[in-house]
C-alpha cells in the first residue's frame, strides 16, 4: 500500500487502508528505532502530519470523526515534540551557519551550534519518561486503529469526486488567506501558518496523484520546495525567540549582534522567496483547481 488513492476502488476500503498504514508504521519505528531513538520520533511524527491532512480532506463527510482523531493525532505528535523540538533547533543553527555572510557571523554560529548541540542532549538525557511516552504514544496509536475501523463512507463514484472537491477546495481557500496575509505582514505566526497550509496541499496532491500522475508529481515537486523554505523560516523565528530569552547563548554582546544580523539577513530574503514560490504553487483559483480535481476523479474511477 502506499500513500494514495486507487480511482476505482471503493472508497472506504481506500481510506481505512491508506490511513492504517500511517498508523502501523508509526508503531513499528517506535518500537523498533532502526536508526535511532531520534530518528524514530521524527519519523512518526512524519506519518502522524500525513494521517492528518487525510484526515482534513475528507473532514466534509466525516466532521466528528475528524475533529476527534485529529486531536488524538495532534497530542501524540506533542507528547513526543521536546526531544525533536530540540534537535530541530540545532538543524537550524547549522543550516543558518552554511549562509553565514562572514567570518564573524561565522565564530557566533559556532558557538550557537555546539551549546544547541550540549542543550539538545542534556534534554535526551533527562527525559528519563521518554520510554514511557513513547509506550502511551503506541498505545494512542492503537485506539486510532480503533476508530478507524468505525468509519464509513458512500462508496459511489460521484459521492467521492464530490467529497474530494469540497476538501480540496476547503483546504485551497485556508491556503490563499494565509498568502494573502504573508503579503501583507512579516509575523512568523502568519509564515508558519501558510507552512501548515503548504504541508497539507503537497500531501494532498500526493493522495491524489494516480488521477493525473505527471501533473501531480511536478507539483508536488514545487510544493516540497516552499515546504522547506517555510521550514527554515520557522526555525529561525524559534531560534530567535529562544536566544530572546537566553541572550548569553551566543556568547558577548558582539557575537550576539553578528548572530542577530545573520538571522534577520536570511529571514528577508526566505520571506521574499516564499511570496515569490507561493504565488506560482497557488497560482489557480481553489474553485477551478477543484472543481479539476473532481473531474479528474471521475474521469480515472470509470
Known sequence: MTYAFTPG???????????????????????????????????????????????????????????????????????????????????????????AASEEQQVALDKVCSFLLARRDRIAESETDLDGKICETIAGCGQALSALAHISFHNGRRKSAVRLEKGWRRALERAASARAACGTGTDARLFHELRKCAQDYRMHLELLREVWPSAMQAKRAETR?????????????????????????????????????????????????????????????????????ELLWLEAAR
Do not use: W
Open 9 to 99: 476502488r471503493p472508497f472506504t476500503e481506500d481510506f481505512r487502508a491508506i490511513a492504517a498504514e500511517q498508523i502501523e508504521r508509526a508503531m513499528a519505528v517506535l518500537r523498533e528505532r532502526p536508526a535511532g531513538l531520534h530518528e524514530a520520533i521524527h519519523d512518526a511524527r512524519k506519518n502522524f502530519k500525513r494521517l492528518r491532512a487525510l484526515y482534513r480532506l475528507v473532514a466534509c463527510d466525516a466532521a466528528l470523526f475528524q475533529k476527534q482523531e485529529n486531536a488524538r493525532i495532534r497530542d501524540m505528535a506533542q507528547n513526543l515534540s521536546t526531544v525533536r523540538d530540540a534537535a530541530a533547533l540545532v538543524e537550524n543553527a547549522q543550516y543558518l551557519r552554511e549562509h
Open 225 to 293: 520546495e516552499l515546504v522547506d523554505i517555510l521550514g527554515h523560516l520557522n526555525d529561525l523565528a524559534t531560534l530567535t525567540s529562544f536566544i530572546d530569552e537566553g541572550p548569553e547563548l551566543a556568547g558577548d554582546s558582539q557575537n550576539q549582534a553578528h548572530l542577530l544580523s545573520a538571522i534577520i539577513t536570511r529571514q528577508e530574503e526566505l520571506r521574499q522567496e516564499t511570496l515569490k514560490r507561493a504565488h506560482a504553487v497557488f497560482l489557480e483559483e481553489p474553485g477551478r483547481e477543484s472543481r479539476t480535481v
